[in-house]
């Protein structure tokens, strides 16, 4: 069939073609990257793990269990977090190809389809279909849309296209997929419900009227709604039943938690006591970018800016801080798809037609530049679409997928945060045991990350699991390359993956506590620890990284030199940090200017040193310099060097 005969079967005008075209494009790109994200281990148990876990549990006949959340959740059902219908529409399309790369293409998809609200609201509102075609592009180049996508797999990602085309519905009077996108909208997710009730205020306030009247002496102020009965009727009967869905939901999601939870108790159990010292920042931050990256056009419409008033009231509260970093997935799934609304509304009002096309070309351009696609702005917002870095393989992954491979598939596994999805096809895949008393075939660590020692729901950081379980002599090395480990039980022969092991500690990863930082271009890293006695301290030169090691024997060689007027001496020290105020010494040297063979050369000082089972499990480590005399003295870098078991 011609291509004007697609056109006039389906009504298809090119905007509706550039809308297609760009959100196909949207669709590939994010696909790729977030199968990237995966493949170079930058997704996490929370949440791609506890989805693809749920979803091939669900398979097996096992009502979504997912262990990451089981230590809140008794019942294991990832339904007594969030119950949720739309979990089992989604099923069938999982059972396809039952993989974490399906849940996070699906994703994509549906987070490209939200542009169509979009434009269906922009043309029905403006009437212009080159106007809606670029909203739509603001739409899927907002960065907060880009963090939902960019972040794992989550539930929020299916509201900007249901509650996009429930706003519409209303807004054109198409009653049947006002229902339709009501039910699908409520079944995704609980706060959905609020957002539902939140568009009908919307609607209810945008048909508000306030008159002031004048009798005699007297002012009195008339408040009317400018709705006809039926459509007012509708409204308050959706902000009705969007009250009575939320509670219903939530009485369900306690039910399937199991152990007596109620409603009043999975509520409380979303706020936490106290939050951190710069969390107010946070939040003006999360605001300020939502705004802020649409140029702020939509406080020229602040009645639609209703919708978003729940969420703006949930970040004021003690909340987790995650709900309020931009990088996270709520902003684009609770709030960028109705200030885009708003801001469309308040696009109308810019009268002159040369400053509103400046204004929609200058959204798009800051929006894009706000991007965590942009190179530029990793690590210069907060929230993890932004903390980890563009998804470039790199060595160490690779050692990480050939390791992983030599997991059978249906073995139990004992694993951290952004190793989880790997395996999580798996019923017995965990975090941490629960109990402490569950049969675990692998253990399978990176000692490199911080989730190595990170400690989920209070429970034992693998960083103390792996320790443990090697002390007991029930468990072999099947691998131990780069930091990655992987441990079997009852396995007893050759190291399959096998090689050097080194962690390289420099000024970024140290604290000084007495001297400067300078640059020195003779040192590996450009910038070194610098002291003489003109900048002592008691306090020594330089503490940390506090890093967790696996047990075994090992070398450290501090990288140091001297210049031709030094004098004194220079204290190193490896210690085992037990807690804020507590260590222990495990082996030190001091050396004064005779130990270096020439002035201003860089020469290492080697201390070896072996960690115990007991001692790996209990704290880090330092390798710190803990008394300087004299000077003047450089230090570049510690080489910690993995030699071998114990």
């Known amino acids: 069939m011609a291509w004007s005969g697609v056109r006039e079967r389906f009504q298809i005008d090119r905007y509706v073609g550039l809308l297609l075209a760009s959100m196909s494009a949207y669709a590939v790109v994010l696909s790729l990257v977030a199968v990237m994200r995966f493949n170079t281990f930058r997704t996490h148990a929370f949440d791609l793990g506890i989805f693809n876990q749920a979803f091939s549990t669900a398979l097996q006949g096992r009502l979504f269990r ?10 294991g059902s990832f339904l007594g977090v969030h119950f949720n219908f739309l979990m089992w529409l989604l099923l069938p399309i999982y059972a396809l190809a039952p993989r974490p790369e399906t849940l996070l293409v699906l994703q994509s998809v549906f987070v490209a389809l939200g542009a169509v609200p979009v434009f269906l609201v922009s043309r029905h509102l403006r009437g212009d279909g ?127 938690g199991g152990s007596g939870r109620s409603v009043g108790s999975t509520l409380s159990s979303f706020l936490q006591s106290g939050s951190p010292p710069d969390s107010w920042a946070f939040r003006a931050a999360f605001w300020f970018l939502s705004f802020g990256s649409l140029l702020f056009v939509p406080f020229l419409a602040l009645r639609e800016c209703v919708v978003s008033l729940p969420w703006f009231v949930f970040t004021l509260l003690p909340v987790p801080v995650t709900w309020y970093l931009f990088g996270y997935q709520y902003a684009g799934g609770f709030v960028a798809v109705f200030l885009i609304f708003a801001a469309i509304h308040g696009f109308g009002r810019i009268r002159n037609p040369g400053n509103a096309r400046a204004v929609l070309a200058c959204a798009i351009v800051v929006s894009a530049f706000l991007t965590p696609l942009n190179p530029l702005m990793q690590g210069a917002l907060p929230g993890i679409a932004y903390e980890q870095g563009l998804p470039i393989p790199n060595a160490h992954d690779a050692i990480l997928h050939e390791v992983i491979a030599l997991i059978p598939p249906h073995a139990s596994v004992l694993t951290q945060n952004n190793l989880f999805p790997q ?72 190291v399959m993956v096998e090689g050097p092991t080194q962690y390289r500690y420099d000024y970024r990863d140290l604290i000084h506590t007495s001297g400067i930082v300078i640059p020195d271009s003779t040192s590996q890293s450009g910038t070194v620890f610098f002291y003489n006695e003109l900048n002592a301290s008691p306090n020594g030169f330089w503490v940390g990284p506090y890093a ?92 910690v060097t993995y030699l071998g078991p114990i």
């Open 66 to 75: 997912e262990t990451p959340d089981i230590a809140l959740i008794p019942s």
């Open 130 to 256: 080159r106007a809606a075609s670029l909203w739509s592009v603001v739409y899927l180049v907002n960065p907060a849309i880009l963090s939902l996508n960019f972040y794992d797999f989550h539930l929020e990602a299916f509201l900007p296209l249901f509650l996009g085309m429930f706003y519409y519905s209303y807004l054109t009077r198409r009653w049947r997929w006002y229902a339709v996108f009501f039910l699908l909208s409520i079944f995704t997710i609980d706060f959905a419900s609020v957002l539902v009730g939140s568009i009908a205020l919307a609607h209810l306030v945008r048909q508000l009227s306030v008159r002031r009247t004048a009798n005699g002496s007297r002012l009195s102020l008339r408040i009317r709604l400018d709705l006809d009965r039926p459509r007012a009727l509708l409204l308050f009967a959706t902000l009705v039943l969007s009250v009575a869905s939320l509670f219903s939901i939530l009485s369900l999601s306690a039910y399937f």
């Open 548 to 639: 967790h090691l696996a047990p075994g024997r090992y070398d450290a060689s501090f990288y140091l030199k001297a210049s031709r007027t030094s004098r004194g001496n220079i204290t190193l020290e490896i210690a085992q940090s037990l807690n804020a105020t507590a260590s222990r010494d495990i082996v030190s040297r001091t050396v004064d200017p005779s130990f270096f063979s020439a002035p201003d050369l860089w020469q290492p000082l080697a201390l070896p040193f072996v960690l115990s089972y007991s001692d790996a499990g209990t704290g880090s480590m330092e390798f710190r310099s803990s008394g300087v005399r004299g000077g003047p003295f450089y230090f570049d870098y510690v080489l």
């Open 423 to 494: 395996v999580s096809g798996r019923s017995d895949v965990y975090l941490y045991r629960p109990s402490g008393n569950e049969t675990i075939d692998y253990v399978l660590a990176d000692t490199r990350t911080t989730d190595y020692f990170l400690r989920v729901w209070s429970q034992t950081p693998l960083s103390t699991e792996l320790p443990q379980l090697m002390s007991t002599g029930e468990y072999g090395i099947l691998a131990s390359s780069d930091g990655v480990i992987l441990l079997g039980r009852g396995y007893s022969g050759l």
